[in-house]
């Protein structure tokens, strides 16, 4: 596609719920990555890929969070039990390689609440 | 670790007023520097970038930026402000760990242009 593609643009969920969020990469971009936005916090990173290797998983603010990626494309986010902090706008980001995230190129965002 | 200080979570101007959004950083290493903007409800895009060489940065829209390594400073401004810069604007440094990179981002500022 032209650009990062993420869904859904907006998500409600329930306290204790599990939700998925989805990052369709730019074709041809080898590093991706997650980033959450929270209201007056900036931009917290949470993970990245290199092809469907998340060599840096430090950012992932609890083991409720995990990500995979495959075929070197797709990504997916998984919150398991949420809770209401983790109400935020999720980000997704692709770039043409790891060593030049200069390149990054940013989707619009999941917005996920928990009530 | 590398971070990022935006002074102002909120900057207002008058159409035609000179735009400063500072953003001072810290950083062990040489850095490599960013400013994104954010629209409403749309994802980051790349304003301009400072990695090595010239310290006067020239971005998109008639913004620019100047590495002072003195003063650790990377302020974005432009000299005269159109309402439809209206946005938020994130400073960013590249942080290198491991072999890998990533971008630790300010907690934005956003801007107000008045008529």
């Known amino acids: 596609g032209a650009g990062v593609s993420q869904s859904p643009s907006n998500k409600v969920t329930e306290k204790g719920k599990d939700v998925e969020l989805r990052c369709d990469p730019i074709s041809g971009h080898t590093a991706l990555y997650w980033y959450r936005q929270s209201l007056g916090q900036g931009l917290e990173f949470l993970i990245y890929f290199q092809g469907n290797s998340a060599p840096d998983k430090s950012g992932l603010p609890s083991d409720r969070f995990s990500a995979e990626r495959t075929g070197g494309s797709v990504s997916t986010l998984t919150i398991q039990r949420t809770q209401q902090e983790d109400s935020a706008v999720y980000l997704c980001?692709?770039?043409?390689?790891?060593?030049?995230?200069?390149?990054?190129?940013f989707g619009q965002g999941t917005r996920l609440t928990v009530v | 670790a590398q971070s990022v200080t935006q002074l102002g979570s909120h900057v207002s101007v008058s159409e035609g007023a000179l735009v400063l959004l500072r953003c001072n950083y810290s950083?062990?290493?040489?850095?490599?520097l960013f400013w994104y903007v954010q629209y409403p409800n749309q994802g980051l895009q790349l304003l301009l970038k400072?990695?090595?060489?010239?310290?006067l940065v020239k971005g998109i829209n008639g913004f620019e930026a100047e590495f002072k390594k003195s003063e650790t400073s990377f302020h974005l401004t432009k000299p005269s402000a159109h309402m439809s810069d209206a946005a938020e604007y994130f400073c960013?440094?590249?942080?290198?760990?491991?072999?890998?990179?990533?971008?630790?981002f300010g907690k934005g500022t956003k801007l107000t242009v008045n008529p």
């Open positions: 400072y990695t090595t060489g010239a310290t």
């Open positions: 950083s062990s290493v040489p850095p490599y």
């Open positions: 960013a440094v590249s942080e290198t760990q491991g072999g890998s990179e990533k971008l630790v």
């Open positions: 980001a692709s770039s043409t390689s790891i060593k030049r995230h200069t390149e990054a190129f």
